[in-house]
């Protein structure tokens, strides 16, 4: 299948671009949204979203299968790694669950389509439309390939056009749904435009911080303090910057589930998307006092991950994220034989995988790509504390817990500062309606008019 010229993405690796190709690229999207965009109905556009979620957890798609065959070598992914998040994500791609984003975040799911009001702002005798803004620029992240498309759905949903600049070696996945949504409807497909060039040109972004009215980044917290300066005032800015994540495992949990389940979720969240997403845990807290101890944990934990290698595998790293993660468990072993406080397992003749279990509750940033610790704790408490670290750079925790401790230790860990809660099992997975970083994902988006009778 080659894909035919629609978007800059589709230009040999070589070429150039310039101010005024960008200029005129921004100004063609907004003929187009104008045209083709802004007038259709929240229904129709729904409808078109959850064809193509459909379409993308369908082996036979041809994007898909176009996808898998070449992402492993264009993002270093497996394939299985791959098709895992590929489902992950569409298959929430629903318009069931759309119009729930819609209504969670508006109020209303005709909100963007005319002036319509819930019950209480019918009894205040009021009235509001949203509206999304004419062109967003998405700077997207290298790492994982979900949030920039989930970027993609809400400015669909938000009647904006749309223009997303890809981290240099990212653009395939996002080109390929722009793609996809290209065949399904080609007006729909003309309102976005997808580009891939290397960093360090700021005239070109320039140009596009001049034609938009919101710009979207996902990048390191210096990266977005950099990009804000550079913004005009009346332009609205929305960054999504460094975040960590870490799971939490109640001793009681012990007793309703074997230790075999648990570790075989929290393989899961270490292995999707080669931990490198914002979602993806560093760290594992154990209690203590249950029936496992945190050191036996760490090691069914082990066993786990070295079998959702054998079915999943990690896939090729560089050499030097290979030596970092060797240096790291040289690190370790060195520590692991002169006390008994900390052990590690590890993948054989690999760095595929890496378990570090130490007595030492301080929360540890994790290399990545399949490297987790596991440290003990007495109590949450004793937990937060030792991640004080990170306070308020947390976005979500996957918990193990029985039903009746579950919503007291939920509360402590929002009143500390985290984002999202979820089981153990899911921290890679979130649901469409989830906010991101604490805020509604489709609320930031729109600009509002009440309308008071």
Not at 142 to 159: D, I, K, Q, Y
Not at 197 to 205: M, Y
Request: glycine share 8%; aromatic share 8%; charged share 20%.
């Amino acid at each position: 299948m080659i894909l035919p010229n629609y978007f800059l993405a589709d230009l040999p690796p070589d070429a150039t671009f310039s101010t005024a190709l960008l200029a005129e690229a921004c100004q063609t999207l907004k003929r187009n949204r104008d045209q083709y965009l802004l007038h259709r109905s929240t229904d129709s556009i729904v409808g078109v979203l959850h064809e193509l979620g459909q379409n993308w957890i369908n082996p036979e798609f041809s994007f898909r299968k176009m996808a898998l065959d070449l992402a492993p070598s264009a993002t270093g992914f497996d394939r299985g790694t791959l098709a895992k998040g590929l489902d992950s994500f569409f298959g929430q791609l629903t318009a069931e669950n759309l119009r729930r984003l819609i209504e969670q975040d508006l109020g209303h799911d005709r909100r963007l389509n005319e002036l319509v009001a819930t019950d209480a702002e019918r009894m205040a005798k009021r009235s509001a439309i949203a509206r999304g803004p004419e062109l967003i620029f998405h700077i997207a992240a290298g790492n994982v390939p979900n949030p920039t498309l989930f970027g993609m759905v809400l400015g669909l949903l938000a009647r904006s056009a749309q223009l997303v600049k890809c981290a240099s070696g990212g653009a395939l996945l996002p080109r390929l749904f722009a793609h996809s949504l290209y065949e399904t409807e080609p007006k729909l497909g003309a309102c976005l435009e997808v580009a891939e060039w290397r960093g360090g040109d700021q005239s070109l972004e320039d140009t596009l911080f001049d034609e938009a009215d919101c710009v979207i980044a996902t990048g390191s917290d210096d990266t977005l303090a950099a990009i804000r300066k550079r913004i005009p005032e009346d332009v609205r800015f929305l960054g999504y910057g460094h975040r960590l994540s870490f799971g939490y495992i109640a001793k009681d949990s012990f007793s309703i589930f074997n230790a075999s389940q648990i570790a075989a979720k929290a393989a899961l969240d270490v292995a999707a998307w080669n931990q490198l997403g914002c979602l993806s845990p560093h760290v594992f807290y154990v209690e203590h006092g249950g029936r496992i101890s945190p050191e036996q944990f760490a090691k069914i934990l082990s066993t786990e991950l070295e079998q959702r290698e054998a079915i999943e595998p990690r896939g090729t790293v560089s050499a030097e994220v290979s030596a970092m993660i060797a240096s790291r468990r040289a690190f370790y072993e060195v520590r692991a034989a002169h006390s008994p406080e900390t052990r590690h397992w590890f993948s054989d003749q690999s760095t595929a995988w890496t378990v570090v279990y130490e007595a030492d509750p301080l929360f540890q940033i994790s290399c990545l790509h399949r490297f987790i610790y596991v440290k003990g704790v007495a109590s949450l408490t004793e937990a937060l504390h030792a991640a004080e670290q990170v306070r308020g750079r947390v976005s979500t925790v996957g918990l193990a817990t029985t039903g009746e401790q579950s919503r007291k230790i939920a509360t402590e860990l929002a009143r500390w500062g985290v984002t999202r809660i979820c089981p153990l099992g899911q921290m890679q997975n979130p649901p469409l309606t989830w906010r991101h970083d604490g805020r509604p994902a489709l609320g930031d988006l729109v600009t509002w008019t009440d309308w008071e009778e």
